[in-house]
T-cell receptor, first 116, second 116 residues
Framework: AQSVTQLDSQVPVFEEAPVELRCNYS??????LFWYVQYPNQGLQLLLK??????LVESINGFEAEFNKSQTSFHLRKPSVHISDTAEYFC??????????????FGTGTRLTIIP | DTGVSQDPRHKITKRGQNVTFRCDPI?????LYWYRQTLGQGPEFLTY????????KSRLLSDRFSAERPKGSFSTLEIQRTEQGDSAMYLC??????????????FGPGTRLLVL
């Protein structure tokens, strides 16, 4: 079984400031790691995912996340946020060995609010 | 690609009534997942289909819940004798696995259920 912890339920950040959203996971097996974003009144969308290889993964809108195996973390960062980044961000994992069913285990989410 | 659609978007019902939700996945996607999200929590896995076969059910899915996916296309989730604790957002996601890479699940907008 896996679990995901997002300690920060809400993060307010000034526009153009950097941000880090923290995610830690616990699992007895190897996992894939994901960040999903939910904009107001929209469904969940995949932001980025870590499968293997380079521990740093990037999204098309300037976010990046780094997989740290020793700390079992997958923190999400952006060097300069924009008003349009206001959303709820969910970290999730799936069992790498369970090819037939890649159900996701989500954290409780972090609401990112950008202050103009 | 019209995305995953869910119907209805909102449902208010009285305790003890039955409700049924529908999910239409992206057309070529053979995997379909149902999740439930309560206030302040991340989505939790309920059940999973590969084509028309229901391959896994979470312990969260009591006997009052049933899901189907006839012909491997749309899916329905029925809740019988609803209880106030069933109030939640019910999310549907679909995917089409490519090789052994982690699949991307595409989420619908959800059906918000309120049981009075």
């Amino acid at each position: 079984a896996q679990s995901v912890t997002q300690l920060d339920s809400q993060v307010p950040v000034f526009e153009e400031a950097p941000v880090e959203l923290r995610c830690n996971y616990s699992s007895s097996v190897s996992v894939y790691l994901f960040w999903y974003v939910q904009y107001p009144n929209q469904g969940l969308q995949l932001l980025l995912k870590y499968l293997s290889g380079s521990t740093l993964v990037e999204s098309i809108n300037g976010f990046e996340a780094e997989f740290n195996k020793s700390q079992t973390s997958f923190h999400l960062r952006k060097p300069s946020v924009h008003i349009s980044d206001t959303a709820e961000y969910f970290c999730a994992v799936s069992d790498k060995s369970n090819f037939g069913n890649e159900k996701l285990t989500f954290g409780t989410g972090t609401r990112l609010t950008i202050i103009p | 690609d019209t995305g995953v659609s869910q119907d209805p978007r909102h449902k208010i019902t009285k305790r003890g009534q039955n409700v049924t939700f529908r999910c239409d996945p992206i057309s070529e996607h053979n995997r379909l997942y149902w999740y439930r999200q309560t206030l302040g929590q991340g989505p939790e896995f309920l059940t999973y289909f590969q084509n028309e076969a229901q391959l896994e059910k979470s312990r969260l899915l009591s006997d009052r819940f049933s899901a189907e996916r006839p012909k491997g296309s749309f899916s329905t989730l029925e809740i019988q004798r609803t209880e106030q604790g069933d109030s939640a957002m019910y999310l549907c996601a679909s995917s089409f696995p490519r090789g052994r890479s982690a699949e991307t699940q595409y989420f619908g907008p959800g059906t918000r259920l309120l049981v009075l």
